[in-house]
C-alpha cells in the first residue's frame, strides 16, 4: 500500500501548527469517526465505507454491507458516520444516506454493526417524507445529545418552500430515540398538523452538526443562497425562517428571498457569512492539545477552501480567523482526534485525510498569510 506524508507548516496568529496529509486516493470523502481499537471509518459520498488503520494505511477493500439504494446522483451519496454513545458495548454505528425509493429520493438514517470486513444487522431507523426528484440539499449530519436523542439534520432538497410546510420533513432537524423511536417530548408529537419526528424546521440545507461540550445544545449550520450561510442554536418548536427571512439573496438576480431578514416568531443566526463559504464539517474544540484554541468552533469550507476558527463567548461569535486558506482544497469535514489534534477531509475524487497538529515553531515569527483573523461583525 502507498503511503503519503506531506509536512506544511504554517504560524498563525492564534497558534503554530504543521499540517500532515495522511492518506490520499479517497473518493469525495464525506465524513469520519474513530473506533475504539484507534483505527479510523471514513465515508466516500460515491457510496463506499473505508477503513483506515492506526498507522494511517487506507484498506484497499471497503467495506461491504451498505444497502443497494444508496443514490449516487448530484450531492447524493454516503454522507454522515457516527459512533452510538455507548458503541465499546452495543457496536451500533450511525448511517445517513441520500436513498432511493420509487418516487424519487430521501434522506435516510439507519444504523448496523461492524463485524470483520462487513455491515450487519442494518436498521433503517428513518426516511425522509415526503421523497422528491432532484439531488440537492440533503442535509444528513448525525450528532447525539446527551440523553441519547440521534438527530439527523436534512435540507429542503432544493424546492425552498418545502421548509415551511408542516407535513413535510425537507428543512427540519429531526429527533430520535437511539432506536428510532419517537420521543413523547418532541415538539410537534401532539400536533395532527405537524410531524411528530421534528424537532425544529426552517432551515435549507444544514451539513454541519455539534454538541456543545458545556451547554449541551445542538449547534448547526447551513447553506445559504448567494450569501447568508449561517450559525444557529437548534432548540425545540423554533422556526429558522427559511425562505421566508435570510441573509442571502438569488442567485441570478441578486433580489431579496421572502421578506428579508427578520420576522416575528423566526430566529435570528448566531453567525452570517455574505458572501458565501459553503460551510460544511463543524467541530468545538475543548482538548488540551492547542490551548489557545480551547472553546473555538472550528468549520469546514468548500468554496471558501478554508478552515474557520470562532472565538466565542458564551453563545456569541466574537471573531474569525481563517487557516489553510487556498492550501488544501475545499474542506469537507472536521473532526478532532482522541489525542486532540484536528482532522480533515477534503472533497475531490482524489480526496485526503490530513491532521493539524501542534508545531515545535517558535510562536514569535511572523504569521503566514494562510491563516488570517478577520472580526467579527456580529
Same mark, same amino acid.
Given at each position: 500500500? =502507498?503511503? *503519503? ?14 499540517? #500532515?496529509? +495522511? ?9 469520519? !469517526? ?9 465515508? &466516500?459520498?460515491?457510496?463506499? /465505507? ?7 494505511? +487506507? ?52 444504523? !448496523? ?19 422528491? %426528484? ?41 429527533? /430520535? ?44 449550520? &447551513?447553506? $445559504? ?22 441573509? $442571502? ?6 433580489? %431579496? ?10 430566529? #435570528?443566526? +448566531? ?26 468552533? *472550528?468549520?469546514?469550507? +468548500?468554496?471558501? #477552501?478554508? /478552515?474557520?476558527?470562532?472565538? /466565542? ?23 478532532? $482526534? ?18 493539524? =497538529? ?12 494562510? $491563516? ?7
Amino acid at each position: 500500500m =502507498k503511503r *503519503f506524508l506531506l509536512l506544511v507548516f504554517f504560524s498563525v496568529p492564534a497558534w503554530a501548527f504543521e499540517t #500532515q496529509t +495522511l492518506v490520499q486516493g479517497l473518493n469525495h470523502p464525506w465524513s469520519m !469517526a474513530w473506533l475504539p481499537n484507534g483505527e479510523l471509518l471514513v465515508t &466516500e459520498r460515491e457510496g463506499q /465505507l473505508r477503513r483506515i488503520d492506526r498507522d494511517f494505511r +487506507l484498506d484497499p477493500k471497503p467495506i461491504e454491507g451498505l444497502p443497494k439504494d444508496i443514490d449516487v446522483s448530484g450531492q447524493g451519496g454516503l454522507f454522515d458516520i457516527a459512533l452510538h454513545p455507548d458503541h465499546a458495548r452495543n457496536g451500533w454505528i450511525y448511517l445517513s444516506y441520500a436513498q432511493r425509493q420509487a418516487s424519487g429520493t430521501s434522506t435516510a438514517l439507519a444504523r !448496523a454493526r461492524l463485524q470483520g470486513q462487513r455491515l450487519v444487522d442494518w436498521q433503517t431507523l428513518f426516511t425522509m417524507r415526503p421523497a422528491s %426528484r432532484g439531488g440537492r440539499h440533503f442535509g444528513g449530519r448525525i450528532a447525539f445529545d446527551r440523553q441519547g436523542h440521534v438527530f439527523l439534520t436534512l435540507g429542503d432538497r432544493g424546492d425552498e418552500d418545502r421548509a415551511q410546510r408542516p407535513k413535510d420533513h425537507a428543512g427540519a432537524v429531526i429527533r /430520535l430515540h437511539d432506536d428510532g423511536r419517537i420521543p413523547a417530548n418532541n415538539p410537534f408529537v401532539n400536533d395532527p398538523q405537524q410531524l411528530p419526528e421534528s424537532f425544529s424546521r426552517g432551515n435549507r440545507n444544514i451539513q454541519g452538526a455539534a454538541i456543545h461540550p458545556q451547554t449541551g445544545e445542538l449547534w448547526a449550520h &447551513e447553506h $445559504g443562497p448567494q450569501g447568508g450561510d449561517e450559525i444557529n442554536i437548534i432548540r425545540s418548536g423554533r422556526n429558522y425562517g427559511w425562505p421566508t427571512i435570510t441573509h $442571502g439573496v438569488n442567485y441570478v438576480t441578486g433580489t %431579496r428571498i421572502g421578506v428579508g431578514t427578520q420576522q416575528a416568531g423566526m430566529e #435570528q443566526p +448566531l453567525h452570517v457569512w455574505v458572501p458565501s463559504i459553503a460551510p460544511s464539517g463543524m467541530a468545538f474544540y475543548d482538548a488540551a492539545a492547542f490551548p489557545a484554541w480551547r472553546g473555538s468552533l *472550528f468549520v469546514g469550507a +468548500l468554496r471558501g #477552501q478554508t /478552515l474557520v476558527r470562532l472565538t /466565542l463567548r458564551g453563545n456569541a461569535v466574537v471573531a474569525e480567523e481563517r487557516l489553510l486558506t487556498q492550501a488544501v482544497g475545499r474542506i469537507r469535514d472536521v473532526r478532532v $482526534g482522541p489525542e486532540g489534534w484536528l482532522y480533515l477531509l477534503t472533497d475531490s475524487p482524489d480526496g485526503a485525510l490530513l491532521r493539524l =497538529k501542534p508545531s515545535s515553531a517558535n510562536r514569535s515569527q511572523s504569521p503566514n498569510p494562510i $491563516g488570517t483573523a478577520i472580526q467579527s461583525a456580529n
